[in-house]
């Protein structure tokens, strides 16, 4: 059974850093394909990032590229959005999703991960 808990988030000035994690209530994230996923009220929810069920492979969505890192710890008991240089436009509530797989791909589209965390929110000031 997969039961996403986030943890992290919060307010930050603009050009700050937080970070906001995701556990798999103490089991392995080894065969999991993660991903985090931001939704603003009445828009969409979008793809941020993504890291393959081996750690070896990420994805990133063009707005964050080069300002977010995904990762997953050594015990593949956890996965971390490390997110700098913030924006207010980053400001949205941040979900963690999984997705049964194995190997080395990554995956961008809502409807492709089953379980989702109840999300955190993340608060960019000006």
Not at 64 to 71: A, C, E, L, N, Q
Not at 100 to 111: I, L, N, Q, S, V
Request: charged fraction near 20%; charge should be positive; include cysteine.
């Amino acid at each position: 059974q997969v039961q996403l808990v986030e943890s992290g988030g919060g307010l930050v000035q603009a050009g700050g850093s937080l970070r906001v994690s995701c556990a798999n209530s103490g089991r392995t994230l080894s065969t999991y394909c993660m991903a985090w996923f931001r939704q603003v009220p009445g828009k969409e929810r979008e793809f941020v990032a993504a890291i393959s069920s081996t750690g070896s492979r990420t994805n990133y969505a063009a707005p964050v590229k080069g300002r977010f890192t995904i990762s997953k710890d050594s015990a593949e008991s956890q996965v971390t959005l490390q997110m700098n240089s913030l924006k207010p436009e980053d400001t949205a509530v941040y979900y963690c999703a999984a997705r049964f797989d194995f190997g080395y791909m990554t995956f961008t589209k809502r409807e492709d991960y089953g379980y989702w965390g109840q999300g955190t929110q993340v608060t960019v000031s000006s």
